[in-house]
């Protein structure tokens, strides 16, 4: 096997090479055809360039969370599943996207404004709601063990799931057909944003987030020996499994306040990754950020042109895409 | 000579002599479309007219009516008494059909005319009340055509029922006819048909000639973002209502009722006009922030000109019989007509 640090460098290039035309080729395909003459002419006025707002304000945003929220989905995804040690773990196992779709579903059906702050509140809601979500479930796991208990994070995350999803049955009841169809969609996820705030606002949780996966690297590696192992080896489980879980969370929050629960990205990127690159944290982490930049974008690309005009949810196409390739590469592997 | 038969259950009868007058048109009605077939077909027929509670024999009266050689039975039916309407569309044609004092519920998002504030709610399109719709004991019961889950359990419980789906601007009379045909009301029915066609052409000839502004029609967004933007497609009412009133549907292409409208794609149809039609109404100064959330597509030239618009009137939502004044209040805003 070669060095890490060649493996790092193979894959980062790589990966990152794939992001990088991914960024600069999806700002380029839409339903409509622009001239890039005309959308960099700085001679016309931006408010009377049309090739200039379809390029700044529809695409670019666009792509710019396509890749934020594909790099965080499938990076939560790799710490999700190195901290309970289960492959079939996602960024919504846990109760964060149940907890982050509650939010935003609250805020639509009851039309809940900030008007005075002139801010649309559906992203702040989920992200509230995915922190509600997340303190339940770190409390149940955290109360009656010393440590945190994987076992109970893992059954307390899947029956808030549950019972976060009974609660917007509940709440749906309540809704309007129209606001019953905008949950619909907003569940299907979007990433649409059609300006640079929702990043900007994100921008904090994606530097954290980040940092703490960068210093997760190793814990994970040794994490996979289980507990115990670990502790000989001299990791604070305890703190590496809290710091795991915190930042794991807050991105698949931030990730879902900016392009609601797009579905698939987390565990099939951070699975197509290891397949590629092996199983060492320090090599899937960064790979799995980028690669999962470069897919949810080009996912996109596809779901606003193939049926253009019309445009078809980004979470159907992760599914359709990520499911049956990865199969593939199961099969092929195997 | 080849001889044609059909029962018929169509008329309405009642205790009061009007409706059975009544009666008599709908049975003369009937007869004469049947006459016509028939001399297309080079066919003989009579017209006879048994009360309902000949009905249950209609079997035996139809072996007997191809004996008696092409003799149009019409059976009588009892007339609606007790009707309960789950669509607000149908709820307003039923009152201003003079049948709103027949209503004995109506669905959770009826709100005109007044008086229907008072009639039990009885669910709609996704959660009706089927118990409490069968305890008020209805004889007609207005539903949506999706709604087959209700329509299979009121067929089992006997209900009549009357079907009703959304389309196009031109159904709306069509369904004024058939639900007026179905209470017994068929002169008011046409009388309320007249008067829409009435203004809907008063309308036209008012913006004919007048330059058609391209508009986008919004029925729905995220509060405060320009997200999930949905836009009435090149089918519907709505799409009908914007046309009668001299605009053109920027998606008019687009063979659906809905778009989700991308930021791309506002800006790249560059609509002159945006109408964002609301039900419920929004204090001035929110009104004022969601309108200016349009301001960032400078390009477009709706917002350019400062012709974005949010109007809050059900007479614009729902394909009742006010669709005519609704069409009046587009046109108006379209081509900036005095009120």
């Given amino acids: ?334 | 000579m080849r001889s044609i038969w059909a029962i018929f259950s169509v008329t309405l009868k009642s205790a009061d002599g009007a409706a059975r007058r009544h009666d008599g048109a709908t049975a003369r009605r009937v007869h004469s479309v049947f006459l016509e077939e028939a001399q297309k077909s080079g066919t003989s027929s009579r017209c006879v007219v048994v009360p309902s509670w000949l009905s249950p024999w209609a079997v035996l009266l139809s072996v007997a009516a191809v004996i008696l050689g092409g003799t149009v039975l019409v059976a009588s039916q009892p007339q609606p008494r007790r009707i309960i309407s789950l669509i607000p569309a149908v709820t307003e044609m039923l009152f201003a059909l003079e049948a709103g004092d027949r209503v004995v519920a109506v669905g959770s998002f009826d709100k005109y005319p007044p008086e229907v504030e008072k009639l039990p709610k009885v669910g709609a399109l996704l959660d009706p009340d089927l118990e409490r719709i069968l305890s008020l004991r209805p004889d007609l019961v207005a539903v949506y055509g999706s709604q087959a889950d209700l329509r299979t359990q009121l067929e089992r419980g006997g209900v009549a029922m009357f079907v009703y789906a959304h389309a196009g601007l031109a159904d709306v009379t069509t369904t004024i006819r058939e639900l007026g045909t179905r209470i017994g009301a068929d002169a008011r029915a046409a009388g309320l048909v007249r008067d829409i066609e009435e203004r809907l052409a008063s309308v036209r000839r008012s913006v004919a000639g007048r330059p058609r502004p391209k508009t986008l029609v919004v029925f729905g967004r995220e509060a405060l973002a320009l997200r999930n933007v949905y836009a009435s497609g090149g089918i519907g009412f709505v799409h009908d209502m914007v046309t009668a009133a001299g605009g053109d549907n920027v998606f008019a292409d687009v063979n659906q009722q809905a778009v989700q409208a991308t930021t791309e794609l506002i800006i790249t149809r560059r609509p002159d006009v945006i109408l964002e039609l609301r039900a419920e109404p929004l204090s001035r100064d929110a009104e004022q922030k969601e309108r200016a959330v349009w301001n960032r597509l400078g390009s477009v030239p709706a917002v350019r000109n400062g012709r974005v618009y949010i109007l809050v009137d059900r007479r614009t939502v729902i394909p009742g019989p006010r669709v005519g004044e609704g069409v009046e209040v587009i046109a108006r805003l379209l081509h900036r007509l005095p009120w």
């Fill in chain 1, 1 to 334: 096997m070669r060095p890490l640090r060649v493996r790092l460098a193979l894959a980062v290039a790589g990966f990152g090479a794939l992001a990088v035309l991914a960024v600069l080729t999806a700002p380029l395909v839409g339903s409509s055809s622009i001239s890039l003459a005309r959308v960099f002419d700085r001679s016309v006025p931006f408010a009377d360039n049309p090739d200039a707002q379809i390029f700044f304000i529809a695409r670019l945003p666009r792509t710019l969370a396509g890749a934020l929220v594909g790099a965080m989905l499938a990076s939560a995804g790799v710490v999700f599943q190195g901290l309970l040690r289960n492959p079939l773990a996602t960024p919504f196992t846990l109760g964060v996207s149940a907890g982050a779709a509650l939010g935003a579903m609250l805020a639509i059906t009851f039309g809940w404004s900030l008007a005075w702050l002139g801010i649309p509140v559906a992203p702040l809601a989920s992200f509230a709601g995915s922190l509600l979500a997340v303190g339940v479930v770190y409390l149940l796991a955290t109360a009656r063990h010393r440590g945190l208990s994987t076992h109970v994070l893992l059954l307390a995350g899947v029956t808030m799931n549950a019972f976060f999803s009974a609660l917007i049955l509940f709440v749906q009841y309540f809704a309007d057909f129209a606001e019953t169809f905008r949950i619909l969609r907003w569940l299907m996820g979007d990433l649409d944003i059609s300006s640079y705030q929702p990043l900007v606002t994100a921008l904090p949780l994606v530097v954290f987030s980040f940092a703490a996966f960068a210093w997760l690297a190793r814990p994970l590696n040794l994490l996979n020996l289980g507990a115990e192992a670990a502790e000989t080896r001299g990791l604070d489980v305890l703190r590496a499994q809290r710091v795991a879980f915190l930042s794991a969370s807050l991105a698949t929050g931030a990730a879902v306040s900016v392009g609601g629960p797009i579905g698939f990205i987390g565990i099939v990127v951070p699975h197509l990754v290891r397949l590629l690159v092996g199983a060492d944290h320090r090599v899937v982490l960064p790979a799995s950020a980028l690669f999962g930049a470069a897919f949810l974008i080009g996912c996109d690309a596809i779901a606003r042109t193939i049926m253009a005009p019309l445009e078809l949810p980004v979470g159907v196409i992760t599914a359709l895409i990520g499911g049956p390739f990865f199969l593939w590469l199961l099969v092929r592997r195997a």
